[in-house]
């Protein structure tokens, strides 16, 4: 039962550390599991992060939605899913620490096609994640805007070339700067959606120009001289 499957967690966040397992004792159809193994905890733990994984992907792709309506930017459905999921797994700001010239040249390394496909595909998410859901990380760095939607763009179009679905990839170079603006504006969303801070807002919208910012200004009774006028 449901309640069962949440005591069975809560032991298993209290006692992590004394069961750690390896993923390839699973337990097979043919040799349940009806006690505590330390099999069994690997299971629950899978099963805990499934659900936590789709909870997430249903929150990025409503904040996704939210941000195609605000801007009127279209995408095709294998992009937007391709940005949802590029979200759910880079959200924690891992990808944006990377650096790209140490990426870029294990690109330039690359001993086969799979090999050049995933460190390419890599260099290219690193930089969207970025420059779109991170992008005033970039501001404490000592390199510009523009140096990630040139690596970006490069290393998708490197990546079609050994990618199964090349148009996909083509696709990503090509609407770089649509992704990452659509991006960007699902974090600053993120950030202001409800907050009552009207000079954090204000801030935020002053750094970024971004329509969620604006609209949240418009929402806590901001007037611009412009608009009074």
Known sequence: ??????????????????????????PTKNKPRVVFKRTTWLLIISIEIRVQMKE???????????????????????LVSYLNNLLAINYNNNLSKTYLSDLYK???????????FLKNKLLGDSSLITVGFFRDSIKRKQ??????????KLAYQNASTCALDPQLFNSLSYHY??????????????????DKDLLKVLEIWNI????????????LGFVSRTEEE
């Open 208 to 219: 970024t120009k971004s329509l969620s910012a604006q609209k949240r200004l418009a929402e």
């Open 56 to 78: 997430i992907e249903l929150f990025f792709l409503e904040e996704i939605q939210i941000a195609i309506d605000l801007t009127k930017l279209k995408l095709n459905d294998n």
């Open 106 to 116: 294990d690109c330039l390394e690359a001993k086969n096609k799979n090999e050049k």
């Open 143 to 152: 390199v510009s805007e523009n140096y990630y939607i040139d690596m970006g």
């Open 1 to 26: 039962s449901a309640h069962y499957i949440q005591d069975v967690i809560k032991v298993l966040k209290d006692n992590y550390s004394e069961y750690k397992v390896c993923i390839h004792q699973v």
């Open 177 to 194: 700067e649509k992704c990452s603006n659509l991006l960007n504006e699902v974090s600053v969303h993120i950030k202001v959606c409800r």
